[in-house]
């Protein structure tokens, strides 16, 4: 094993979504393996071929790139696509190369034919409870006759290979919880390959790490248990014993595991949310681990591939805070190029109807870019640009009216005196009404009206965006103004057009 070059791999099984979990198990493969100049492989996992579908692997290598992390070797890359110098990269393509490495440790005698039925495997188990035993193998067909297992093998029984686990005690080194060890009773003689032919997940992966030349088996802690069965596998074969790093559980912030319950946990449920991918990772990535001596939160990741190591990983689970992941997805939104945010808060808008679906002319370009550079600050994700700027579009008078709060200012005996002279006043501006056309039509409207700060001003944002409150009007005004001038799919009102709507709504008294 060549050590000075770390080789690590991701190995999904392609049996759904990719949740934050794997994807932190995929982000800390890869810092390893760029921050030490190591390889990064992906292996799928697909031997249960019931649950495993083809549009999983599909999405999981997409989600995968988005994310950023590129591989070395697997499925997708290298000259011939699919068979790099240690594929192929699908296990469900492997099955040969299992099937040669079974023969060689039954014929070392490391491995043995188990010809229990499921019958005689039950009752042994309920023996077991009755008699509060550990649930373990007997062993019953650890030394069989040859006779015996001819006698089985013209029959054509049906027979699992199980591993023969010695006496003492299995240890290996994790990078993250240091010095481990099981009883050898506790992992008993795992099933290799079952009476089916299928070989099992703890052979597989064994066989595949041990071949592609895995350094070092990063993975979640729900295998922890696993890897006894395949350490013995490795010193079954005489090979080299990898180094291990299993990653703490991810909790919600209830405690419990994180699960759908506590919201969106799937890579694409929060892409299509409009958290970036950058501020994901950044999260990830300290969500179990910390740079050296340091509170810093904002990472790219080529700062993080800089300064991963395993030993700053902790083995305590990491609760997922989700205030934490937006708060940085506003960081990463503000600091983001603005023409990429157009292109992704785009689809949002034209979804509605809104504006064309794709980049179409310079100024509904230019204006969608004033836009989001006035509610970009108000939204943790992008999802939530359009309900922040609908009124632009769908702006509706009557339902401004009804609301409680609004019809608490518009009772007020000077409010339909402000709109009153504020229409007339708008109506002799020349449009578009500039920002600063509209502050001097409002001095006038405070003179003519004796109205003054929120009676002056409360009145007419209503009448404009629906709301009591909400962004500048020195920018809400030019934004309404340009919105009302472009070839639009939903046309912008302008804000003649809104106050003389909002007047014939208002109900007379
Ligand atoms: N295919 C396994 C899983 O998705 C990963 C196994 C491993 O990393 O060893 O949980």
């Known amino acids: 094993m060549n050590q000075s070059k770390p080789r690590v791999r991701f190995a999904p099984s392609p049996t759904g979504q990719l949740h934050v979990g794997n994807a932190r198990t995929a982000l800390y493969n890869w810092l390893f393996a760029r921050r030490f100049g190591g390889d990064f492989l992906i292996r799928i996992e697909d031997t249960d071929i019931e649950r495993s579908e083809a549009r999983y692997e599909t999405q999981l290598l997409e989600d995968l790139r988005w994310l950023g992390l590129d591989w070395d070797e697997g499925p997708q890359v290298g000259a011939s696509k699919e068979i790099g110098p240690n594929g192929p990269y699908r296990q469900s393509e492997r099955l040969e190369i299992y099937r040669e490495h079974i023969e060689r440790l039954l014929a070392s005698g490391a491995a043995y034919r188990c010809f229990c039925t499921a019958e005689q495997l039950d009752a042994e188990r309920e023996q077991a409870i009755a008699a509060h035993q550990p649930q373990v193998y007997s062993g019953r067909c650890r030394s069989i006759s040859s006779d015996e297992i001819e006698f089985h093998l013209t029959k054509h029984e049906p027979f699992a290979v199980r591993l023969k686990i010695g006496a003492e005690p299995i240890r290996f080194h994790d990078m993250v919880r240091g010095a481990v060890e099981f009883a050898a009773e506790a992992v008993s003689d795992p099933i290799l390959v079952r009476s089916s032919g299928m070989p099992v997940y703890n052979y597989v992966v064994t066989i595949d790490d041990a071949l592609m030349r895995i350094t070092h088996v990063i993975r979640g802690d729900d295998h922890l248990s696993n890897t006894p069965k395949q350490v013995a596998i490795y010193q079954a074969f005489g090979w080299p014993l990898p180094e291990f790093a299993h990653l703490s559980t991810i909790l919600g912030p209830d405690k419990t595991r994180l699960s759908k319950r506590h919201g969106a946990t799937s890579i694409?449920?929060?892409?299509?949310?409009?958290?970036?991918?950058?501020?994901?990772?950044?999260?990830?990535?300290?969500?179990?681990?910390?740079?050296?001596?340091?509170?810093?939160?904002?990472?790219?990741?080529?700062?993080?591939?800089?300064?991963?190591?395993?030993?700053?990983?902790?083995?305590?689970?990491?609760?997922?805070?989700?205030?934490?992941?937006?708060?940085?997805?506003?960081?990463?939104?503000?600091?983001?190029?603005?023409?990429?945010?157009?292109?992704?808060?785009?689809?949002?808008?034209?979804?509605?109807?809104?504006?064309?679906?794709?980049?179409?002319?310079?100024?509904?370009?230019?204006?969608?870019?004033?836009?989001?550079?006035?509610?970009?600050?108000?939204?943790?994700?992008?999802?939530?640009?359009?309900?922040?700027?609908?009124?632009?579009?769908?702006?509706?008078?009557?339902?401004?009216?009804?609301?409680?709060?609004?019809?608490?200012?518009?009772?007020?005996?000077?409010?339909?005196?402000?709109?009153?002279?504020?229409?007339?006043?708008?109506?002799?501006?020349?449009?578009?009404?500039?920002?600063?056309?509209?502050?001097?039509?409002?001095?006038?409207?405070?003179?003519?009206?004796?109205?003054?700060?929120?009676?002056?001003?409360?009145?007419?944002?209503?009448?404009?965006?629906?709301?009591?409150?909400?962004?500048?009007?020195?920018?809400?005004?030019?934004?309404?103004?340009?919105?009302?001038?472009?070839?639009?799919?939903?046309?912008?009102?302008?804000?003649?057009?809104?106050?003389?709507?909002?007047?014939?709504?208002?109900?007379?008294?």
Do not use: C
């Not at 080529?302 to 937006?326: G, M, Q, W």
């Not at 640009?385 to 000077?414: C, G, Q, Y």
């Open 268 to 509: 694409a449920s929060f892409r299509e949310m409009g958290i970036l991918p950058e501020a994901l990772t950044n999260y990830l990535a300290l969500l179990g681990w910390g740079a050296e001596g340091g509170t810093r939160e904002t990472f790219t990741m080529a700062e993080l591939a800089a300064e991963f190591t395993l030993e700053r990983v902790t083995p305590s689970p990491a609760i997922f805070d989700f205030n934490k992941l937006y708060w940085l997805n506003r960081h990463y939104l503000k600091a983001a190029e603005p023409k990429r945010v157009a292109a992704l808060a785009r689809p949002y808008f034209a979804a509605r109807g809104w504006l064309p679906e794709a980049s179409s002319s310079d100024s509904i370009d230019g204006w969608f870019e004033q836009l989001l550079a006035l509610f970009l600050p108000a939204v943790d994700q992008l999802d939530q640009l359009p309900e922040k700027a609908r009124f632009l579009f769908a702006f509706d008078p009557v339902t401004a009216i009804a609301d409680n709060e609004n019809a608490a200012v518009l009772t007020n005996d000077s409010a339909r005196k402000v709109l009153g002279e504020f229409a007339a006043r708008i109506a002799m501006l020349p449009a578009p009404v500039t920002a600063e056309a509209f502050k001097a039509a409002m001095t006038e409207v405070k003179t003519a009206s004796g109205a003054k700060g929120k009676d002056l001003f409360h009145p007419v944002r209503i009448a404009l965006t629906g709301a009591h409150s909400g962004p500048e009007f020195d920018k809400v005004i030019p934004l309404i103004e340009a919105g009302s001038q472009l070839p639009l799919p939903t046309p912008v009102a302008s804000v003649q057009q809104r106050v003389e709507r909002f007047l014939a709504a208002l109900p007379s008294r």
